[in-house]
């Protein structure tokens, strides 16, 4: 009887997979409907992340188990020595078949605690690459870490061709061993959730957005990392050759240097629309002409695959990540990374031309809808995480 039992508990803890990110926002944008599918599969999944908001709306959409460990976003010694000795308890009590994590430090606490515990497969989503925005001893020690997690893991999946190769050639992990998913992205898009709609002609008139001036759309944080000082620059350039448009900044400006950057825009001489943030995006996004992400590094652009989705052409940069989000001269253009000349130029020659732009947002549209369908992209994930002989694979004793 004895014996029945533990095998019983084995073949439990063979589809037990633990899902986390750093923080619950991420949880919720990146993994709630790979989670679902799972869960869906019979697949006891538990979620893992800090405490916070969306922990509850998360695990009532998803029907996972939810266990909540404080994780700084930042290097913190005391807190990610406690934070992955929680992690060793909540894994040795559990004994998942696989840990999937993603972000930087649910990655390198939840690949450490995984690899110490005796995981059989150990996964970490490599969603982009902080040590591109630093400098000195914190890039040494991001790339430490980096180093740790890869080593750590079993299989890492990049969510871009590009970061797959921006990790290679900062020799972090063996080409075998790093992969990516399809054509990338952590997610894909909801394309009939984003789905091309009028301008409401009252959010227009609430925002002060004037008609017969482009608009270009700004979503994320102002900060360094996001080419925000390049952008003021080619607005003031856009000015110099008499082109005026309006910009819409949408999302929270919470970053140590949001502030500075929101005075360089408001000095631009253009017209700058502050939104906030927004539950629904859609309907700014039908407001804007384009989208512009001057990025200097990203994983893989979400707001890119959601406004090409929305028929919105984008011109963004070769950065990391955000190279592989358009298909140039067809669903947008890109231009080097701080090279506000080359941005001001590429933003001109789209809103200058009406014809144009229509065409590159349709295309955009389609190229999303056959290459970046949620579903599509959602199902070769959970093939993979639940591939032939996932099933056999009975977790370590230890």
Known sequence: MASSDEDRMNRQRADRIVVSTTIPVSLWTFRRELVKDLVARSHDVLLVTSPGELLNRTRDFTGARL??????????????????TLWIRLLRRERPAVVMAGTPKAGLLGMIAAFLTG????????????????????????WAMERVAFACATEVYAVSPSLRSRALSLRLGHSHKINVIGAGT???V?????????????????????????VVGLVGRMTA??????????????????????????????????????????????????????????PYYALMDI?????????FPNVVLEASSMAVPSVTTRATGAVDSVLPGITGLIVDVDAPD???????????????????????RKWVKDTFEEGAVVAQIVERVTRPGFQRGVPSSR
């Open 190 to 214: 909801n394309t009939q959730y984003f789905a091309p709609c009028h301008p409401d002609p009252e959010l227009a008139r609430r925002l002060g957005i004037q008609s017969g001036t482009p």
């Open 342 to 364: 080359q941005l001001a130029a590429a933003i001109a020659s789209v809103v200058g031309d009406r014809t144009r732009c229509t065409q590159m947002g349709s295309s955009a």
């Open 67 to 84: 266990a909540a460990i404080p994780m700084a976003r930042s290097i913190s010694p005391y807190a990610d020595i406690r934070g992955l």
């Open 291 to 299: 989208l512009c992400l001057p990025t200097r590094r990203e994983g």
């Open 225 to 282: 990392d996001k080419g925000i000082g390049s952008f003021c620059v080619a607005l003031q350039l856009l000015k110099d050759q008499d082109v005026s448009v309006q910009v819409l900044v949408l999302g929270p400006q919470d970053e140590p240097d949001s502030v500075r950057f929101t005075r360089l825009l408001m000095m631009s001489r253009h017209r700058i629309v502050f939104a906030g943030s927004a539950y629904d995006i859609r």
């Open 119 to 142: 995981v059989p497969r150990r996964i970490y989503g490599l969603h982009g690459l902080r040590l591109e925005g630093s400098h000195g001893i914190q890039k040494a020690v991001l």
């Open 186 to 188: 952590s997610h894909g």
